[in-house]
């Protein structure tokens, strides 16, 4: 199954390198998946392609308007059903492993990315399915956020990853941060690799891993460890 992602953007110059690169286009190379970025000025009002407006009410910062959004979001879903259309943004629940893995199921996602202050409250009520945050914190726009949710989810489809780089052993993907990484040389700055990493006994190696995921887990993210140990 191919996943598609529609992305609409004000700004859609944001989103073309990050997906032009590494992993999301070796997705799409594949032919495992489609992302397509929407340019919202194409749907803008009048000669100049009008897509945001002041904020009834009056406050500072421009919103994105309705009608050249819901022209948009409504051509799209002429042409496939979604199951979920998305929008980015600051109040939305935030983004974890737990959601990606779910999301990395689906077929066919809309993302919806405010630009400015946001979107027109209306086409959150008509067509948002799913809001999501990538964190506390405010951006320009939801462009870097749609990069960041586009980007967990390419690389959760079977196949994109090769079997060396399985995304099964990310941190996160058991509820525990990833051990210690490391390479050649065997000594840096007088600093050796871990003796049981060279030692060839495999299952030795995966305990030392867990031990160290499960201690850096405790020390970094108690918060993770408690969820994990109350959902056993
Ligand atoms: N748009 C602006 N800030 C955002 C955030 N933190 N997450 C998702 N979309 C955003």
């Known amino acids: 199954m191919k996943m598609r992602i529609d992305i609409i953007s004000a700004v859609p110059q944001l ?36 897509v945001d407006d002041y904020q009834f009410g009056g406050g500072a910062g421009m ?44 077929k066919n996602l809309m993302l919806i990315c405010g630009h400015y202050k946001g979107i027109d409250q209306r086409i959150r009520d008509l067509y948002v399915t799913c809001e999501i945050s990538i964190g506390d914190y405010v951006l320009s726009g939801g462009e870097i956020a749609a990069i960041v949710l586009t980007d967990s989810l390419l690389r959760l489809i079977p196949g994109v990853l090769g079997n060396e780089e399985s995304a099964l052993t990310d941190t996160f993907q058991d509820g525990l941060l990833a051990p210690p990484l490391y390479t050649r040389p065997a000594e840096f700055k007088g600093i050796p690799v871990p003796e049981i990493l060279l030692s060839g006994d495999h299952k030795k190696i995966e305990e030392w891993r867990m031990e160290k995921a499960i201690e850096k887990t405790q020390s970094l993210r108690p918060d993770l460890w408690n969820d994990s140990v109350d959902e056993k």
């Open 15 to 50: 989103l073309e390198s990050p997906l032009q690169n590494s992993i999301p286009a070796r997705a799409v190379e594949k032919g495992l998946a489609e992302v397509c970025i929407h340019n919202l000025h194409d749907y803008g009002l009048g000669k100049y392609k009008q």
């Open 63 to 106: 919103v994105l308007m309705p009608e050249p959004l819901a022209a948009c979001i409504e051509t799209l879903k002429a042409e496939r059903d979604y199951d979920e259309i998305i929008y980015l943004t600051p109040d939305g629940s935030t983004l974890d492993q737990s959601t990606c893995n779910t999301l990395s199921l689906c």
